[in-house]
């Protein structure tokens, strides 16, 4: 591991700064990813800028009704919040549904929206990879891709995103705030990733040297029923081969409000708005779920070892969409 | 111009299980590395080094953490719980009770991390924490009753590769009181 320094931030001001003075400086969160991704020498940071410290741990109503959840909340603590419980269930699941207790407890918030891939060609530092060394090729694409992207995705890099907490941040229109050198700023969470195109090293839309400070949940009354599914290897402790956040609103039969994001298919959480669209105004019923789901998967690419996510896909969302139905009919 | 090159050392006080240390680390050191090569702390174990098997659990500030991701310098100023602090004096912690009744292990290489897990599992869910295996996470539901089904999900993060399991669910049943609903 390379050598590096290390500050402690006592404020939001004073860690964007030693951010912008060295752009060879990274924000230590829990340190679950960057730690590791480190250790492996893929991450070479020359300082380190620990946001621990700052007041940026607290989940606080926001002022319409939803929810502002700072940078540094643990994962623990905002899966364990009563009101994330409450309001948007599946948040909190698809925070229990990641990673271990003991790794819960330690990442951020931020941190979780910023962890790399696990795409087993980044990770390794002795193979090509176009996202760690732009220009270097993709050897998923030929090579092991079995968990890698159906949508989305480009012929220079088919990683998908590994966060389970940012699809149903996705389903539920997450607001991404940030501060910088030059002062704050914020990116819904649909804009906050960026298309992979020939660019994947480009993950984000954050300027560069900016500090996430928080993540604004909008009031969404249709989150009050909503699931987060996983399908895995395991049955615990492992990333997403697939998973569904879902929010459905039903009034005699039709389906009033849907929302609908993919995880562990794209190099980003997956908001499935074809499938939102097709379902609002439909029947809420198997075969709608099914012709909603077809919507999105019609522009799936699969690769020949991960075509079954097609199939995956599709099942998972008509199943978790039968459930909130049924729980909605009760 | 780059910025002025940062000291890659630092002097720094570690307070692990209620006693003060302080050493100089090299900002790389890991706690886990600190508190066994460092502070002669050997109980914590290293397994993967990676944060993928638990064997190195502690609790900062109450709360278990995998002491293989968290630098030692990061560490300054938070209270370090390790396998060596839970006992009180001769008597055991009734986690550490629990695994010798029941047989929570073989080898014993993963009994450290499981049993730091394991308390902090109690008290998590004595907190009312859901788990993925909780059905209803909504909080109008209550805490879920700690079944075997419960421990075995809040307890993925420590791995035993003889495949104590069982006995490990067994154990951390007991300890919580809870040995109808596991066994």
């Known amino acids: 591991m390379r050598e590096f320094g290390y500050h402690r931030a006592a404020d939001v001001s004073g860690a964007v700064a030693l951010l912008a003075a060295d752009p060879d400086a990274r924000f230590l969160g829990g340190g679950t990813n960057l730690v590791d991704l480190m250790k492996t020498g893929v991450e070479r940071p020359a300082r380190l800028v620990d946001v621990r410290d700052l007041p940026l741990d607290r989940i606080e109503p926001a002022g319409d009704g939803g929810l502002r959840i700072g940078a540094t909340v643990t994962n623990s603590e905002l899966a364990a919040h009563p009101e994330v419980r409450r309001r948007y269930p599946a948040l909190a699941q698809a925070v229990l549904a990641g990673a271990s207790g003991q790794l819960r407890n330690m990442a951020t918030v931020g941190g979780n929206l910023l962890q790399r891939t696990r795409c087993g060609y980044f990770t390794d530092a002795s193979k090509p990879c176009n996202k760690r060394v732009p220009g270097s090729g993709c050897p998923a694409i030929e090579g092991v891709h079995h968990n890698h992207a159906v949508l989305g995705a480009s012929a220079h890099c088919v990683a998908v995103h590994p966060s389970d907490m940012g699809v149903a941040l996705a389903a539920f229109d997450a607001v991404v705030s940030y501060e910088t050198a030059d002062g704050p700023g914020a990116l819904p969470l649909a804009d906050f990733y960026l298309p992979v195109g020939d660019t994947p090293h480009r993950e984000t839309a954050l300027p560069p040297g900016a500090l996430i400070t928080g993540v604004t949940l909008p009031p969404a009354p249709v989150a009050a029923r909503s699931r987060y599914r996983k399908v895995r290897e395991r049955a615990s402790y492992a990333f997403a081969i697939g998973s569904v956040a879902a929010a459905l609103d039903v009034a005699d039969g039709v389906v009033r409000e849907v929302r609908l994001a993919f995880g562990a298919v794209a190099s980003r959480p997956w908001r499935a708005r074809a499938a939102e669209r097709a379902l609002t105004g439909a029947p809420a019923d198997a075969d709608a779920f099914a012709a909603a789901a077809d919507a999105e998967l019609s522009a799936a690419r699969p690769l020949p070892d991960n075509a079954y996510k097609v199939t995956l896909m599709r099942n998972l969302t008509v199943a978790v969409l039968t459930e909130l139905a049924e729980e909605a009919a009760r | ?183």
């Not at chain 2, 001769?90 to 991390?113: I, K, M, N, S």
């Not at chain 2, 104590?164 to 049943?173: E, L, M």
């Open chain 2, 1 to 183: 111009m780059g910025p002025a090159p940062a000291p890659t050392h630092s002097a720094i006080t570690l307070q692990v299980n209620g006693e003060k240390y302080t050493l100089s680390v090299d900002h790389r050191t890991t706690l886990l590395d600190a508190l066994r090569e460092r502070l002669d702390l050997t109980g914590t174990k290293k397994g993967c080094d990676q944060g993928q098997c638990g064997a190195c659990t502690v609790l900062l500030d109450g709360r278990r953490a995998v002491s293989c991701l968290q630098l030692a310098v990061a560490a300054e100023g938070r209270e370090i719980t390790t396998i060596e602090g839970l006992a009180d004096g001769e008597r055991l912690h009734p986690v550490q009770q629990a695994f010798l009744d029941l047989d929570g292990y073989q080898c014993g290489y993963c009994t450290p991390g499981q049993i730091c897990s394991a308390v902090a599992v109690i008290e998590e869910h004595a907190a009312g924490w859901p788990s993925a295996a909780t059905d209803d996470v909504r909080p109008e539901a209550g805490v879920p009753e700690l079944t075997a089904e419960e421990i075995r999900e809040r307890m993925s993060g420590n791995l035993c590769r003889c495949g104590a399991y069982v006995s490990i669910v067994q154990a951390v049943a007991r300890a919580a009181g809870a040995e109808e609903a596991a066994v």
